[in-house]
């Protein structure tokens, strides 16, 4: 029995067709959707169409659950297809105009008006306001779980599983895998203050009742001699906790920046976008031993074996 099964429901009918070697799944932490990547052989009863329903095991293990987008036919009857989980359907555009609502009221309003469903879904506390106008879901949604580490300092992940969208709070994806020396093929490290990183905050704030504006600025003077001014700017909506926030993305920002690409290691169905797997590895400037946030990853199976790669991201690899 294959450890690769592929069930494709057309209307009351589920296929299961033969699939060449080498079925792919990619999942990142922030907007995109869960993407299986898979080639099947054409015969004679196999009917299926964009929008059908697909689901994909390993080994028995329940990877992906998502909806046919794509279909491209060669001339040996191999069919290559693109799925996409639920959160392909954040890619849509609308307007939201919210008061006091937390990212989990959020959530649960674009499920229920786009018809998605959910499974399980932190409560993320703060109450929040904004309007916006004609984005995608992805940023709507977004925002407000920016917005809210900002505030809180917890992260989450949006995430499909298996069917259902899970918002998690980050610190509970820790994984008890170890990806060392050993298990990982090969890697590519890099270091950068290039991007994303910024030593000065400025928050304004134009008070209408004062007619003044107000400036929250919070720094690191020492980061500042060593790379220079690197200043965030940003104009407020509201006043509230206005230091507390420059103190906050201060904190997030003031680091260097290093991205790793881990390479081919042995893979574990588990492992998405926003997950924590412990990692060991020497890479020169930096010795690594412990927990590291996924930013994306691409897992590959095949009969033999299922390796995967995956994407570090982190001001200093801690997440």
């Known amino acids: 029995m294959s450890k690769c099964e592929i069930l494709i429901q057309y209307g009351n009918t589920i296929y299961q067709p033969a699939v060449e070697e080498g079925v792919v799944w990619e999942a990142q932490r922030r907007k995109a959707a869960g993407k299986l990547t898979f080639t099947v052989l054409k015969d004679a009863a196999l009917n299926f169409t964009e929008g059908n329903a697909v689901r994909f095991t390993y080994g028995g293990e329940k990877v992906f659950y998502g909806f046919v987008f794509s279909k491209q036919r060669s001339n040996n009857d191999e069919i290559k297809v693109i799925c996409y989980d639920q959160l392909r359907y954040f890619k849509n555009k609308d307007t939201y105009v919210y008061e006091n609502k937390t990212a989990t009221q959020l959530l649960r309003m674009v499920a229920n008006d786009f018809r998605l469903k959910l499974a399980r879904v932190a409560d993320t506390k703060i109450a929040l306001s904004a309007s916006e106008d004609n984005k995608e879901l992805f940023d709507i949604v977004g925002n407000a779980l920016d917005e809210t580490t900002t505030i809180s300092g917890q992260s989450y992940v949006l995430y499909d599983e298996f069917g259902g969208l899970v918002l998690e709070n980050i610190s509970n994806m820790k994984l008890d895998i170890l990806i060392d020396a050993e298990t990982a093929q090969t890697y590519d490290y890099r270091s950068s203050i290039d991007s994303g990183t910024y030593n000065k905050i400025k928050l304004v704030y134009d008070n209408s009742e004062t007619g003044k504006r107000e400036v929250f600025i919070a720094q690191d003077s020492v980061n500042q001699n060593?790379?220079?001014?690197?200043?965030?700017?940003?104009?407020?909506?509201?006043?509230?906790?206005?230091?507390?926030?420059?103190?906050?993305?201060?904190?997030?920002?003031?680091?260097?920046?290093?991205?790793?690409?881990?390479?081919?290691?042995?893979?574990?169905?588990?492992?998405?976008?926003?997950?924590?797997?412990?990692?060991?590895?020497?890479?020169?400037?930096?010795?690594?031993?412990?927990?590291?946030?996924?930013?994306?990853?691409?897992?590959?199976?095949?009969?033999?074996?299922?390796t995967m790669t995956v994407q570090i991201n982190g001001g200093d690899f801690s997440a």
């Not at 001014?229 to 509201?238: A, G, K, P, T, V």
């Not at 690409?261 to 169905?269: E, N, P, Q, R, T």
């Not at 946030?293 to 691409?298: D, P, Q, S, Y």
Request: hydrophobic fraction near 40%; glycine fraction near 8%.
């Open 226 to 306: 060593n790379w220079g001014i690197l200043q965030y700017f940003e104009s407020l909506n509201s006043n509230v906790n206005g230091k507390a926030k420059a103190d906050t993305l201060l904190k997030l920002y003031n680091r260097k920046a290093r991205s790793l690409s881990i390479k081919d290691c042995a893979g574990d169905v588990r492992v998405r976008g926003g997950s924590l797997v412990p990692i060991m590895l020497n890479l020169g400037d930096v010795a690594l031993g412990n927990y590291m946030l996924v930013e994306n990853v691409k897992h590959t199976f095949k009969e033999s074996e299922h």
